[in-house]
């Protein structure tokens, strides 16, 4: 019987969407299955460009259903693509492929990307990295007042093409305050470009680059420019990829390229506001690609460790290895059901709720990090197979790596939702509750979020009616303990003027934070989906010794004050332990081996 909270592409069937979109996810999954697992591997291992992924998705409309907003949606059906998907370097365009896009299906739903996010992550994270930098290009341009560069980038996904976000340098990375791609007017209403970017997925390709800048002739925030440009112009130079990949993640240099009026997507305090709302949208979709890279490496790993007889007993008898491997499986439930979760939020969404400013860094850095540790605990169990050349693991175990890297380092999404803490823990306001949301709406929103400020001002619903719900399981009352000494921490034991500026003791403080939200939205969807109580209290059995373990960092910080160390002693939990409700999560873990095997 297959597992319900995993994916599984031997019974996926969402039919929780509509016939359009059930109709793609399923048609992507096929596509890999087809295409199968020695072919998959080998791609990555050799590096190969997307050319046969991009062409499907651009046949089937794939890009354009489901990332073209509803009020960009044309009436052209049938579009001719010319785009050549199939060499690795160059940006010549000589291969001709039709598609048929189902208008009345064009959305951005962030519930469907989401899901989408976890297919591709489960087959490889090449081809959601393609996909990723398309959304984070799109993102300027949607925000966009020019109604010219919104109505190209719509015929272009029509055509099939992939997009890029030329924000990041060599030299300054993302510090856009320090941008040295340089627009010099041209005395005809318009600019050249001139200056580099590095580190820009898809800028082989792109039909559109989406590329921020600054004025010469004008000083500040107000000579900030995003411009779209096009890799395929002769002023466009593409000069490396900068990774040793399937994915092009390219340096590219503009040399005098002129930029029109209608190339010009924002001016001045948009352009900064575009830039940062533009990675609003695009980190949160880091969360759900880590699920599906941890969801197939799991079946790997379970299904070898079962079978696997180590001095005549299979390694799963071993207490220690249940224990690695049923740690993995509560932490990936519970990275399923926080993601699950800060969809709802961040659909619900609009000027007078922006809850999902705290819970979008969340899915960015923690629900990241989790991927990180259940790979390795299954890694450890699996130990030397993990590095075989025809297993899924090999790779997975790598590109884990990457996702809490992408989209500001686990370091800055702490630092933020720091910024929420206050206001979260001790200072909850009135909302209507938000339902699971999974009707087929445009988050239109997203793209008119407005000026990247004020997020002191952000206030939350209260955190502990999510855990009084739950307060029958032992852990979850545990884990509660410990949520309520760090609000006395705050009222209390807070970092002073001079430990704000200590960021590494400000980051210990962020985790235990972290720690409350993560728990708080995986038990509102526990609520929401009936999740079996065994699975929660072992995950927060695993929650509660991940904030002890954070809490003894915070002891040994050299800033601490005599104060906080006490606290944080203080704060230490042991979980309840219970071995009948363990080994009932184990029968679920052991029912994973053989669930799933690729087609070779």
Not at 19 to 32: G, H, I
Not at 93 to 104: E, F, G, K, P, Q
Not at 112 to 123: C, D, K, S
Not at 521 to 548: I, K, N, P, Y
Request: proline letters at 4%; glycine letters at 8%.
């Amino acid at each position: 019987m297959a597992d319900a909270l995993l994916f599984n592409p031997r019974t996926y069937d969402p039919a929780h969407f509509d016939p359009e979109t059930r109709r793609l996810l399923r048609a992507t999954v096929d596509w890999f299955e087809e295409r199968g697992k020695r072919r998959i591997i080998e791609d990555y291992r050799t590096r190969a460009w997307l050319g046969d992924f991009l062409d499907f998705a651009a046949k089937e409309g794939l890009f354009a259903t489901f990332l073209t907003p509803a009020g960009e949606a044309g009436d052209n059906t049938n579009n001719t693509n010319n785009t050549n998907n199939t060499d690795n370097t160059d940006n010549t365009d000589n291969t001709n492929n039709t598609n048929s896009t189902n208008n009345t299906a064009k959305r951005w739903d962030t519930a469907r990307i989401a899901a989408l996010n976890e297919i591709l992550g489960f087959y490889g994270l090449d081809y959601w990295y393609a996909w990723q930098v398309t959304i984070l290009g799109l993102g300027p341009v949607w925000q966009s007042d020019n109604a010219a560069a919104r109505a190209r980038a719509a015929e272009l996904l029509d055509q099939g093409e992939v997009f890029a976000f030329g924000l990041s340098e060599r030299t300054h990375g993302a510090d856009i305050y320090s941008t040295d791609m340089l627009l010099t007017p041209d005395g005809e209403g318009g600019f050249r470009a001139t200056g580099s970017k590095y580190y820009i997925g898809n800028g082989n390709k792109a039909g559109l680059v989406s590329v921020f800048g600054r004025r010469t002739d004008v000083e500040g925030p107000d000579g900030y420019v995003f411009f779209a440009a096009d890799s395929r112009h002769p002023a466009y130079h593409l000069v490396k990829n900068v990774v040793d990949s399937s994915k092009f993640v390219s340096e590219f240099r503009l040399e005098g390229y002129p930029v029109a009026a209608e190339d010009v997507l924002h001016t001045g305090r948009a352009a900064f506001d575009a830039a940062l709302n533009t990675v609003n949208v695009g980190k949160f979709n880091l969360c759900t690609a880590s699920i599906g890279i941890c969801e197939h490496a799991m079946y790997e790993a379970v299904t070898h460790a079962q079978n696997r007889i180590l001095y005549g007993r299979p390694v799963t008898a071993f207490p220690h290895v249940r224990r690695e491997l049923t740690d993995a499986y509560v932490r990936l439930a519970g990275m399923k059901l926080f993601s699950d979760r800060a969809v709802d939020y961040f659909r619900t969404a609009g000027p007078d709720d922006r809850r999902y400013l705290l819970f979008n860094p969340m899915t960015k850095m923690k629900v990241t990090t989790e991927g990180e540790k259940v790979i390795d605990l299954m890694w450890d169990v699996i130990a030397a197979k993990g590095f075989e050349k025809d297993n899924y693991f090999a790779q997975a175990a790598v590109e884990i790596r990457g996702l809490p890297k992408l989209e500001g380092t686990v370091h800055v999404n702490l630092a933020l939702i720091l910024k929420f803490m206050g206001n979260h823990l001790l200072a909850p306001a009135a909302y209507e509750p938000v339902p699971t949301r999974l009707d087929a709406a445009d988050d239109a929103f997203l793209f008119r979020q407005g000026p990247a400020r004020g997020l002191g001002s952000v206030r939350f619903h209260d955190w502990r009616p999510a855990f009084d719900a739950y307060d029958r399981l032992p852990n979850v009352a545990r884990l509660r303990e410990q949520a309520d000494a760090l609000c006395d921490f705050v009222r209390t034991a807070a970092p002073d003027e001079a430990q704000s500026r200590d960021l590494d003791l400000l980051l210990a403080v962020g985790q235990l934070f972290a720690l409350v939200v993560h728990a708080q939205l995986v038990l509102e969807q526990a609520a929401l989906t009936g999740l079996d109580d065994d699975v929660l209290d072992e995950l927060f059995a695993v929650l509660v010794r991940d904030f002890s373990a954070h809490a003894v960092e915070l002891h040994g910080k050299d800033s601490a004050t005599e104060a906080q160390q006490n606290w944080a002693l203080g704060a230490v939990r042991r979980p309840v332990v219970d071995e009948a409700r363990t080994a009932r999560v184990w029968t679920r873990v052991e029912a994973l081996s053989g669930a799933y095997e690729m087609r070779p």
